[in-house]
């Protein structure tokens, strides 16, 4: 594991989003780091993983990234593809980024199970921090009462200890790319850090966005799959 970090912003909030049901996180950091003036701080290497590697349009997807927006101290932390059995071991980054940035705040974007398919996606919070409780309830926003999480946001939920986390989900029917599902993550977020975020165009932004997860999942898999079979004629 090898972090690179390019630059060190002092007191950041970081911003989390990895593939869960409806890659809402995923989504949601990808329409932050294409919206805001954001610029790339660094990125990590987990080199006991299988070496895949994106590419589109033209330009290497980092596995895992790391972006900074100066205007509002961000951070933004997130992968497009997910990595089964590394959710210890990516919260243990975020954490150590944290620690080493000294990070007012870690910020997970995620989404939960829900069964209802014809109505608007509902959003919920989680904060370890009572001063950040009281701002969610101000916003109208309810607490997460009951549900499972799953993946990054779990681990780092188990091992973060005075670092101040707060979780923003949305509910989500599908485990395919749910635009509708991020947008409401990203109205959430814009009012609790106020990034005034112009999301009325997102649901069309991450609509694109959805298409470029979707190509580069079947990728992803393709290779993989490939691979699989590669070895096994070895085998045989």
């Known amino acids: 594991m090898k972090i690179k970090l390019i630059k060190k912003p002092k007191k950041p909030v970081i911003i989390e ?3 869960g049901f409806g890659l809402v996180g995923t989504i949601a950091c990808e329409f932050l780091i294409d919206h805001l003036n954001t610029e790339l701080i660094g990125k990590v290497l987990l080199e ?33 593809t997910a990595a089964p ?6 919260s243990d980054i975020i954490i150590a980024i944290a620690k080493e940035l ?3 705040e870690i910020v997970s974007l995620e989404s939960v199970n829900s ?7 509902k959003t919920f919070y989680y ?5 950040r409780e009281k701002i969610f309830k101000s916003l109208k926003l309810n607490p997460l009462k009951e549900g499972i999480i799953m993946g990054v946001s779990s681990a780092l939920l188990l091992k973060v200890d005075k670092i101040p986390m707060s979780c923003i989900f949305a509910e989500t029917h599908t485990t395919l790319p749910d635009s509708k599902a991020a947008a409401e993550i990203i109205k959430v977020l814009d009012k609790y850090l106020d ?18 997860l979707k190509e580069i999942l079947q990728q992803s898999k393709q290779t993989i799959e490939n691979r699989d079979k590669k070895s096994l004629s070895y085998v045989g």
């Open 17 to 19: 989003g990895f593939p």
């Open 48 to 80: 006991d993983e299988p070496a895949i590697v994106a590419i589109h349009k033209g330009k290497i997807i980092e596995p895992l990234s790391i972006s900074y927006n100066k205007k509002y101290n961000l951070v933004i932390i997130h992968s497009m």
């Open 85 to 90: 059995g590394s959710e210890w071991k990516i």
């Open 102 to 104: 000294n990070a007012k």
């Open 115 to 121: 069964s209802d398919i014809m109505g608007s996606p």
């Open 127 to 131: 904060s370890n921090d009572k001063k």
């Open 195 to 212: 990034l005034k975020v112009d999301y009325k165009p997102l649901l069309e932004t991450a609509k694109q966005f959805e298409n470029k």
